[in-house]
């Protein structure tokens, strides 16, 4: 009887993740409405691209990135606690080496460099950049470190991540502060992809893993944050603004898109739910085109695009069988090709003796009619 699973997913403000752990789910989720899995798979997607727009309105609002911060892991990190405990001894056997690049990679460092980015330049190119080169630095690293091997789709995707970048590049290097962000936001994906690799490494779970990475954030970033700055700021800003980012920075970026994308998986397996992951780069740019009116040029407009594409098909041919209308196609294809592989395997066995024949178990009459392709 076939095993199905479930993989895990980590979360992170305005991306998803790769997926380190696989966990049994009743074959009977597998059946279940699809429907309902793209709207819950969309809805983590809207959440994540978000997130960038709702940072840049917090940036403009007089509220800077070390509060930003602040108050995101603050409030995550103390709704996360009992987690945390209650599986204290798994993280415990996590390593220390892997805990320390989870809680850089996605903590409190990395929010301040992704905030700082999107102060400096746009949130759209913020979404497509560190989300789109993720893929790239996470596959740099998983080679040497986890030993996987590239295919060539996965290569083909890469180059297009790259093209991607280079054409947001042309564009973004323009402004008065244009390179510092987009510096930014490079080192950004570097650092969440070395948390992909630690977690991988690791074997956490996906709410745990987001447990260990806001607790770390909680425990060594607010103290710092409460001597060096203090809440004065978050305090003298507008309830409203305030509001605004506290739920999306704590609860919905950092909890309930990871419930959303957790859900997809779970009605639409981890193929189809991957493809969502894609769609960050364009809709973050849609996003802050939409909201802070931030129109992007034809360079930015077709590099997010590419960035989209080039994540798809980084994903491999599991995640490109996703898309809609995919799976009809595949199956066509799967078909052609077993018809074809058992042509050929006809041919070479008609070229056998009797003899040749009988040592493998076979009669050259088997080798006409649909006894051979049952066999």
Request: charged share 10%; hydrophobic share 55%; glycine share 12%.
């Amino acid at each position: 009887m076939t095993r199905h699973v479930r993989p895990s997913f980590p979360v992170i403000p305005g991306v998803a993740v790769a997926v380190p752990v696989l966990e049994p789910v009743p074959p009977a989720a597998c059946r279940r409405s699809r429907p309902e899995g793209w709207l819950w798979g969309l809805g983590a997607a809207v959440i994540w691209s978000g997130w960038w727009t709702v940072t840049r309105i917090g940036a403009s609002d007089g509220l800077p990135a070390p509060d930003l911060a602040a108050l995101r892991f603050g409030i995550s990190g103390v709704l996360l606690l009992p987690l945390a405990w209650r599986m204290r001894l798994k993280i415990r056997k996590a390593g220390a080496a892997n805990l320390f690049f989870m809680a850089v990679g996605a903590g409190a460092p990395y929010a301040l460099v992704a905030a700082t980015g999107v102060r400096l330049a746009s949130a759209g190119t913020g979404g497509a950049v560190t989300v789109g080169l993720m893929p790239l630095f996470t596959a740099a690293l998983a080679v040497p470190l986890l030993g996987e091997r590239m295919t060539r789709g996965q290569v083909a995707g890469l180059g297009c991540i790259l093209t991607g970048v280079a054409c947001i590049a042309l564009q973004s290097i323009g402004g008065p502060h244009g390179r510092a962000g987009l510096g930014l936001f490079i080192l950004g994906a570097m650092m969440w992809s070395g948390y992909a690799v630690a977690m991988r490494r690791s074997g956490l779970p996906a709410m745990v893993a987001a447990a260990v990475v806001c607790l770390a954030s909680l425990l060594l970033y607010l103290p710092g944050w409460m001597i060096l700055r203090g809440p004065g700021t978050l305090m003298a800003a507008a309830p409203s603004d305030l509001m605004l980012q506290a739920v999306y920075q704590s609860l919905l970026s950092a909890i309930a898109a990871l419930y959303c994308f957790s859900r997809a998986v779970h009605l639409l397996g981890a193929a189809r739910a991957s493809v969502f992951a894609a769609l960050v780069p364009g809709l973050s740019v849609i996003i802050a085109a939409l909201v802070l009116h931030e129109a992007p040029g034809p360079w930015q407009a077709g590099g997010a695009g590419l960035l989209s594409i080039g994540a798809v098909v980084a994903g491999g041919a599991s995640a490109k069988m996703s898309l809609p209308g995919f799976g009809l196609l595949a199956r066509v294809w799967a078909g052609w090709r077993h018809r074809h592989q058992i042509a050929a395997t006809r041919r070479t066995l008609s070229r056998l003796s009797d003899m040749g024949l009988k040592d493998i178990g076979l009669h050259r009459s088997e080798l006409i009619g649909s006894s051979f392709h049952n066999r």
